[in-house]
């Protein structure tokens, strides 16, 4: 009976040591994206920003400007979690950058970002793929 209970303890801590670890990643940085219009042509910043928003708006961020070529968005996820993120974009490229976020487990080592939640990740993963179709699409 004492090895079954030690056997089920062991198994019971290494289950609950892999999701504590699973519940941190490397931190993901997209950086210089490029944009390119479906026709060749170079998109306005007008129609960038628009895109950037609507994806946005689809993926339930909540976006406000931050001055030309910025947008701030920020996502809450079921009322858990909550991750802030700068967007800037020029006529080329644009690029997304973690500002704050709340329940994400966010490590920094020596100022600079090394770890957070994995689903920050698979946001900004989801936005990005998803912004860059968006600036394909006829304008």
């Known amino acids: 009976m004492t ?3 030690i056997a089920l303890f062991t198994l019971a801590l290494l289950l609950t040591t892999s ?13 210089d994206i490029a944009i390119s219009g479906n026709d060749g042509k170079a998109l306005q910043m007008e129609q960038i920003k628009k895109a950037i928003q609507a994806v946005a708006t ?15 968005a920020t996502l809450d996820v079921r009322g858990k979690h909550s991750v802030v993120i700068a967007i800037t974009y020029s006529t080329t490229q644009y690029s997304m950058t973690y500002k704050d976020s709340t329940n994400l487990n966010y490590k920094a080592k020596e100022g ?17 793929k998803e912004i860059s179709l968006e600036l394909q699409k006829p304008q």
């Open 3 to 5: 090895s079954k209970l």
């Open 19 to 31: 999701i504590v670890f699973a519940r941190a990643a490397p931190m993901q940085t997209y950086n």
């Open 58 to 72: 689809k993926r339930e961020w909540i976006t406000k400007s931050d001055g030309e070529g910025k947008l701030i």
């Open 112 to 128: 600079s970002a090394t770890e957070i939640h994995p689903g920050y990740n698979k946001w900004l993963d989801t936005l990005k």
